[in-house]
């Protein structure tokens, strides 16, 4: 049986990591700076999450949502002390489009609309209600098309209302910052206005922080910059440190009933052990501290490359926007620099590292980054 072939690959088979270093089959050493798609939060192989994991697979790896799982309550209060939102209530799946698909479904029930407001580059997985408020025809197969969505400008908060005003519009789904769009924020001030029109207009707001969350923009939620509270927040990659894993965090209004949401591997007792050994090592190492500082540097020292047009960022989800197609760059920090990074769009670099990132590090990234565009 053949790999169906969907994913362009390098030719490069990673079989080791270390903290912010990946070795490949042939023993090469590289920096990653990607973390495989902001999935790393805590570092490949961090002791202490290596040795929870395999304490709880020698227990008990699964056992179904039908009995009791502690774990999950364990994970539900370390979440909501470590990110604020204590009084919110949790979901646990398997993958941040699984996310999104509950948490649009979620919305629907409450109010019985339909309609949903995406916003322009938003991307928000690949499963049918998420693949459809992502932003990429290429990916939206007719089967997907039944659910009704209006694309908008991030940012043009009298589009919003134009929409709004309607009063059909179930949901707006956007991202704490977008991440496959290139690092496009939205305003603060667009984030407090869209909070309170959704409040106005009877609209769930969900904020998608799969990729933005988790500590990854120097504050827990990236939309915590705006001092705001979403109806729902979904969250993904980092969550359980490269273990398959997500979850909604579902604001009080809205009320539970038995068979409304469901899933088989959600919340298992193995992801539960990862999940609680992540925000553990985040609160031991103060990484969400450290992510707003390594990446403070990391961003004043990128502005002074050559042939950049702009820096975005915060913490460590950077964007890197050259005058020129990154393709050369990109192949020559992986292939001769032994660097990983990611991409958006022909001209953008993306930077996701695990929080670990430590400041010497982050000046070895500087320097690698700066001899490849030599």
Same mark, same amino acid.
């Given at each position: 049986m053949n790999l169906f072939d969907v994913y362009p690959l390098f030719d490069i088979e990673i079989v080791k990591g270390e903290g912010c270093w990946v070795w490949d089959s042939e023993n090469t050493k590289y920096l990653d700076l990607y973390g495989g798609h902001a999935v790393i939060s805590v570092g490949h192989s961090h002791p202490e999450y290596v040795v929870a994991i395999t304490d709880q697979v020698n227990k008990l790896g699964f056992y179904s949502n039908s009995v009791i799982n502690s774990l999950q309550q364990k994970l539900a209060d370390r979440l909501g002390k470590a990110s604020g939102y204590d009084n919110y209530s949790l979901f646990l799946i398997n993958s941040g489009a699984e996310a999104n698909e509950n948490a649009l479904k979620l919305a629907s029930f409450h109010n019985g609309k339909k309609r949903v407001l995406a916003f322009k580059k938003a991307f928000h997985g690949r499963t049918s209600a998420a693949v459809?408020?992502?932003?990429?025809?290429?990916?939206?197969?007719?089967?997907?098309?039944?659910?009704?969505?209006?694309?908008?400008?991030?940012?043009?908060?009298?589009?919003?209302?134009?929409?709004?005003?309607?009063?059909?519009?179930?949901s707006v789904?956007?991202?704490?910052?977008q991440g496959v769009g290139g690092i496009q924020f939205p305003a603060d001030s667009f984030l407090k206005q869209l909070r309170d029109m959704c409040t106005q207009y009877e609209t769930?707001?969900?904020?998608?922080?799969?990729?933005?969350?988790?500590?990854?923009?120097?504050k827990f939620f990236a939309h915590q910059y705006a =001092? !705001?509270?979403?109806?729902?927040?979904? $969250?993904?990659?980092?969550?359980?440190? +490269?273990?398959?894993?997500?979850?909604? @965090?579902?604001?009080?209004?809205?009320?539970?009933?038995?068979?409304?949401?469901?899933?088989?591997?959600?919340?298992?007792?193995?992801?539960?052990?990862?999940?609680?050994?992540?925000? =553990? !090592?985040?609160?031991?190492?103060?990484? $969400?501290?450290?992510?707003?500082?390594? +990446?403070?540097?990391?961003?004043?020292? @990128?502005?002074?490359?050559?042939?950049?047009?702009?820096?975005?960022?915060?913490?460590?989800m950077?964007?890197?926007?050259?005058?020129?197609?990154?393709?050369?760059?990109r192949n020559k920090l992986l292939f001769e620099e032994k660097v990983f990074t990611g991409v958006a769009g022909t001209n953008t670099i993306r930077l996701l590292p695990p929080l670990t990132l430590s400041m010497a590090e982050a000046e070895e990234a500087i320097k690698r980054i700066r001899k490849a565009l030599a």
């Open positions: 459809r408020v992502t932003d990429n025809p290429n990916i939206i197969a007719p089967v997907n098309e039944g659910l009704p969505v209006t694309y908008l400008p991030l940012n043009d908060i009298t589009a919003v209302e134009n929409e709004l005003q309607k009063g059909d519009v179930s789904i956007i991202e704490g910052i769930v707001l969900i904020v998608d922080e799969i990729q933005s969350g988790y500590g990854r923009s120097g =001092d !705001i509270q979403p109806d729902i927040i979904t $969250v993904g990659k980092g969550i359980g440190n +490269g273990f398959p894993m997500a979850a909604v @965090l579902i604001s009080p209004m809205f009320k539970p009933a038995y068979g409304m949401l469901g899933t088989t591997f959600g919340g298992n007792h193995l992801a539960c052990a990862a999940g609680i050994a992540v925000l =553990d !090592i985040m609160e031991k190492e103060d990484l $969400v501290e450290n992510a707003r500082k390594v +990446g403070e540097y990391l961003m004043n020292e @990128l502005q002074s490359l050559p042939g950049v047009k702009e820096i975005r960022g915060r913490g460590l950077i964007g890197i926007e050259f005058n020129e197609p990154i393709k050369v760059v």
